[in-house]
């Protein structure tokens, strides 16, 4: 059996990649946002984790009751009035009326229940999957098994699976709406592929645009990911004293067997190598937007093209994760989410990506891969090591909004523009009309499977930032200040490759899938600029983050975790190391630089030096705060 009704709730669901999400709109619960307090008495709290888990950027939030609701009980989840929906107040929602449900009818009553039950699940255990979800929700109201009963092409559509050679997932999605229109299901392209004519509800795509050509529709069936490059590397010891070459960090994408067995044990029997549904859909989803997105800012490319790119960045992402659990030996045990982000909010360029994977594969800490020019398969003319991996915004920052984000949500973010403007010599400037060259774009995606998304540094085609507003108990202004850093440059703080002189990683409690969210930053790649390490900055991930189980410690501060194991995640705003590294970063004279990339590790343990002769002093001087 299949009604329009649960079909709706399971592509809303999928279109919005949140089970909360897709709910609240299907019960008039507010949309997306649903904020509120946690209930009293329950812990109506979510966490932000990848994978199976979903939630604020930060830690923990909270859902508040229904509105028009009564306030809920100590059952945790409350129900709206009695009599409606045969709901009971502070217990969640009751089953169906007394005496039963006809054989045969659909058991809304039952299914709402299911729902608000789901709900509550996922919020008191912080564990999300697609499929399960659904499994709960339709039990014993006659739509058992439904994701199994969907078309073939409706399937396709809800979690398209990627392939290095075929149809690009978002791709596909796009192929599936235009042959499941009645007016095109007799179209010569629809014919003979029932596999993409579905008789579902199927959601729109998102964006201001609308493809005019149906060839741009069917532009990319035989996509083919390019064969990874092999770098050339430099030699980044020359002249080194060898004092400090010994400090350099050796691999950090190892773990030691008590760790690596720590892991393993949550995936016996293969359970760590499949991809949850709601991963692939969000992949997906992600990718449509960029697709959106990246048409608006680059009108002169043809579709096929911001097609093949966004597909082969996604595809080395996704290549990136994998080597970074074959070097850590557990890439025949765990599957990294296929996600299309790396740790949870960073969309890499192809070249990021590939300059990364190659730092990983080379165990030589002396050596630095030179990446490739922006579009172009050719070597950048010299090797700044500062922008090795991120490329700084060379003078004011330029950014526009766009329609999507209301009047209150781009004051938030203006707001979030004015604390970086004044607390460092970094300016902004507000733009009414999208430029041709740099710029931050800053957009609305609705979804609660994150709180932003955002590229790392410059981007000449123009970086967009996703900003969902919808993570409860999230200062919205700081995941905005949180995303805006990272299109400046700024990293993750809890992946410095110093990070395990102050941090703890309980691998007990994480989520193999997402052992990405820890796998350390490559030292040869990013600059800590000799700033120490800083559990209070707003780069900082949650303590919970990328947990197992809901409320699990994943991260435990070496120093007083009293005080700061809650500091971590927080997004009040800067924290006063985090001006520091930015004034570092754009507010020194072109003189002031640091000549190695290992200037900011070897400040960090001590080896500055005031003597004019030595070494460090003269080619350390930003690190070594000589100027």
């Not at 900082?540 to 120093?559: E, V």
Request: glycine share 12%; hydrophobic share 30%.
């Amino acid at each position: 059996m299949k009604t329009p009704f649960i079909l709706s709730l399971l592509f809303i669901t999928a279109s919005s990649q949140g089970l909360l999400d897709g709910l609240g709109k299907l019960l008039n619960l507010g949309g997306g946002d649903m904020q509120g307090p946690p209930p009293p008495g329950s812990p109506g709290r979510h966490h932000h984790g990848g994978g199976d888990q979903w939630g604020p950027q930060g830690g923990p939030g909270g859902w508040g009751p229904p509105p028009g609701g009564p306030p809920p009980g100590p059952g945790g989840w409350g129900g709206p009035p009695p009599g409606q929906f045969g709901g009971q107040p502070g217990g969640g929602f009751g089953g169906p009326p007394p005496g039963g449900q006809n054989p045969g009818v659909l058991n809304i009553n039952g299914l709402l229940g299911n729902v608000m039950n789901e709900v509550g699940r996922v919020v008191q255990t912080g564990h999300f999957d697609l499929r399960s979800a659904l499994q709960h929700i339709t039990e014993g109201t006659g739509l058992e098994g439904i994701y199994e009963k969907l078309s073939l092409a409706g399937k396709n559509f809800l979690a398209p699976k990627p392939v290095e050679r075929g149809i690009p997932p978002h791709v596909l999605r796009r192929i599936i709406r235009f042959c499941s229109r009645p007016e095109n299901q007799g179209h010569p392209k629809c014919q003979g592929h029932p596999e993409w004519q579905s008789d579902d509800t199927l959601p729109e795509g998102p964006g201001q645009f609308r493809l005019d050509s149906i060839n741009d529709v069917f532009d990319l069936l035989n996509f083919q990911l390019p064969p990874l490059p092999q770098l050339a590397q430099q030699n980044i010891f020359a002249n080194v004293p060898e004092n400090l070459k010994s400090l350099a960090p050796q691999p950090t994408h190892k773990l030691n067997n008590a760790q690596k067995q720590s892991i393993l044990n949550k995936c016996a029997g293969g359970k760590c190598l499949k991809q949850p549904v709601d991963a692939l859909n969000r992949r997906a989803s992600i990718a449509e937007h960029e697709a959106s997105i990246r048409r608006l800012l680059s009108p002169g490319r043809s579709q096929s093209d911001i097609d093949k790119d966004i597909e082969t960045r996604f595809a080395r992402t996704h290549q990136l994760k994998k080597a970074i659990m074959q070097k850590s030996g557990l890439g025949n045990e765990v599957e990294p989410l296929n996600d299309g982000v790396f740790q949870n909010d960073m969309l890499l360029t192809t070249e990021q990506a590939e300059a990364m994977i190659n730092a990983v594969n080379n165990d030589d800490p002396g050596t630095v891969p030179v990446m490739h020019s922006a579009g172009k398969r050719k070597k950048r003319s010299s090797l700044f090591f500062e922008e090795q991996m991120v490329k700084k915004w060379p003078g004011t920052v330029p950014y526009v909004f766009d329609s999507s984000l209301s009047a209150s949500e781009q004051a938030t973010v203006q707001s979030a523009i004015s604390e970086i403007q004044s607390k460092t010599c970094i300016r902004f400037q507000k733009l009414a009309a999208r430029p041709s060259g740099a710029h931050i774009f800053y957009v609305k995606y609705d979804s609660n499977a994150f709180c932003g998304l955002s590229n790392i540094g410059l981007n000449n085609l123009g970086n967009p930032v996703y900003l969902t507003f919808a993570c409860t108990g999230q200062n919205a202004k700081g995941v905005a200040i949180h995303e805006t850093l990272h299109a400046l440059g700024l990293a993750h703080e809890h992946v410095r490759s110093d990070r395990d002189d102050h941090i703890t990683v309980n691998w007990d409690n994480v989520d193999p899938q997402n052992y990405q969210f820890f796998g350390v930053n490559d030292a040869k790649l990013f600059s800590s600029y000799g700033v120490t390490y800083d559990y209070g900055s707003i780069m900082h991930y949650a303590n919970t983050i990328a947990g197992k189980q809901y409320g699990a410690i994943t991260m435990t501060a070496l120093r007083d975790n009293g005080r700061n194991g809650p500091l971590m995640g927080q997004r009040n705003g800067l924290s006063q190391r985090d001006v520091e590294v930015l004034n570092k970063m754009y507010c020194k004279p072109a003189t002031c630089k640091d000549d190695n990339v290992y200037c900011g590790i070897w400040a960090n343990r001590g080896k500055c030096s005031n003597a004019p002769t030595a070494w460090i002093f003269q080619h350390c001087k930003k690190s070594c705060n000589y100027c």
